[in-house]
């Protein structure tokens, strides 16, 4: 009897011991608010709207690990974007949008395969606006998030590694495969990026290109179509956060714009962006933020009209923590553009943009949970 007890304690102890080497966790973030836009559509009329993510993606992913020893994990990370206002998916007919991956983890670093960010994504959440105004609030202001910084610039059929941390020091690399037979370098894309961080200090940068998947009216597949670089830095000096980033983008392979008129800016070959502001915490509960971002692109022109255009973001806001889950915010954003359609302050899509190069204002209430 007491060897029948031992042997069903030490059964019960490893199955718990296996059990604890695996975890599973489910996690989330909704975001919704009230939003006024002063102009939108054709006619660059004012709209009231309850909008999901107009600060964060609202999201729900499933995440975990499997303790396979020696130091190795397998490691699997599924995420989708959903609209909060209406239930809908981000994306239609994909179902984890947000990311999709499964990889190892160790002494070497991590490795992950399938449709996943790169490394700019990050940087922009350390050192740019993504962190207090929100990337949904910004990419129109990111050349179109073309810099890849605020978020929703993934790649299928990718492979990343990160390195381990070295005293401050970590690194990525990143592969996307093309998959097109006989051509190995059509839809190809790579990525490296390095980042410091040493007590209050910050600093990081990191580079991505891809090429044409396809043959287009300027180039055929295999060539160049995107090259991006962004470099940051912050600095917490007390209860104040400052960050800035410079990114540069260029588009070897956009076509000469044929009309004459105003264009939408992310038609430019070449942009440079400015990302500067500032973080405020009043109490450990509230925080006061502030941001401008500056956009200058250059125009390619098939016959005549202005050759460069610009943009500048203002925002300012608030920020109060009910919780550490649960936070309410408050941001107002100038939107101003020079010789370029407006692109939108929100959802970054032209989809509530003015027609023109009008000043646009919004002002955001929203309440942000996650879980």
């Known amino acids: 009897m007491k060897k029948s007890a031992l042997a069903i304690s030490t059964l019960a102890l490893a199955c718990a011991n296996v059990y604890a080497q695996s975890s599973v966790t489910v996690y989330g973030l909704i975001d919704a608010g009230v939003t006024y836009n002063s102009k939108v559509g054709a006619a660059n009329g004012s709209r009231f709207s309850v909008d999901s993510g107009d600060q964060a993606a609202s999201r729900i992913g499933f995440k975990g690990s499997e303790d396979l020893g020696g130091g190795l994990s397998a490691i699997f990370n599924l995420e989708n974007g959903f609209a909060a206002d209406t239930g809908g998916m981000s994306t239609a007919n994909t179902l984890f949008d947000r990311k999709s991956v499964v990889g190892l983890s160790g002494g070497f670093?991590?490795?992950?395969?399938?449709?996943?960010?790169?490394?700019?994504?990050?940087?922009?959440?350390?050192?740019?606006?993504?962190?207090?105004?929100?990337?949904?609030?910004?990419?129109?202001?990111?050349?179109?998030?073309?810099?890849?910084?605020?978020?929703?610039?993934?790649?299928?059929?990718?492979?990343?590694?990160?390195?381990?941390?070295?005293?401050?020091?970590?690194?990525?690399?990143?592969?996307g495969f093309g998959e097109i037979a006989g051509n190995n370098s059509a839809g190809q894309?790579?990525?490296?990026?390095?980042?410091?961080?040493?007590?209050?200090?910050?600093?990081?940068?990191?580079?991505?290109?891809?090429?044409?998947?396809?043959?287009?009216?300027?180039?055929?597949?295999?060539?160049?179509?995107?090259?991006?670089?962004?470099?940051?830095a912050s600095y917490q000096a007390g209860p104040v956060k400052l960050y800035g980033m410079w990114s540069q983008i260029k588009q070897p392979r956009a076509a000469a714009v044929a009309a004459t008129g105003?264009?939408?800016i992310t038609n430019a070959t070449k942009a440079n962006v400015f990302d500067l502001g500032a973080d405020y915490l009043v109490t450990p509960n509230l925080h006061l933020v502030g941001a401008?971002?500056?956009?200058?692109?250059d125009i390619k022109r098939a016959t005549t009209g202005a050759t460069t255009g610009s943009t500048t973001q203002l925002n300012v806001g608030v920020d109060y923590y009910l919780s550490k889950r649960t936070d309410v915010y408050a941001m107002y954003s100038n939107l101003r553009a020079k010789?370029?359609?407006?692109?939108?302050?929100?959802?970054?899509?032209?989809?509530?943009?003015?027609?023109d190069d009008s000043t646009q204002n919004v002002l955001r209430l929203g309440l942000r949970h996650r879980f």
């Open 109 to 175: 670093g991590t490795v992950t395969l399938g449709r996943q960010t790169d490394y700019l994504e990050d940087l922009g959440t350390k050192y740019g606006s993504v962190s207090t105004v929100g990337s949904n609030a910004i990419k129109g202001a990111h050349f179109g998030n073309l810099d890849r910084t605020a978020g929703g610039a993934r790649t299928d059929n990718s492979i990343r590694y990160d390195s381990n941390n070295l005293s401050g020091f970590t690194g990525s690399l990143f592969y």
């Open 339 to 355: 010789d370029v359609v407006n692109p939108g302050v929100v959802n970054a899509a032209y989809s509530a943009s003015p027609s």
């Open 262 to 264: 105003l264009t939408n």
């Open 292 to 297: 401008v971002i500056y956009d200058r692109a």
């Open 189 to 232: 894309s790579f990525g490296v990026a390095g980042n410091y961080a040493n007590g209050p200090f910050g600093i990081g940068a990191g580079y991505y290109q891809n090429k044409l998947s396809a043959a287009s009216t300027t180039g055929q597949a295999g060539d160049t179509s995107l090259k991006t670089f962004s470099i940051g």
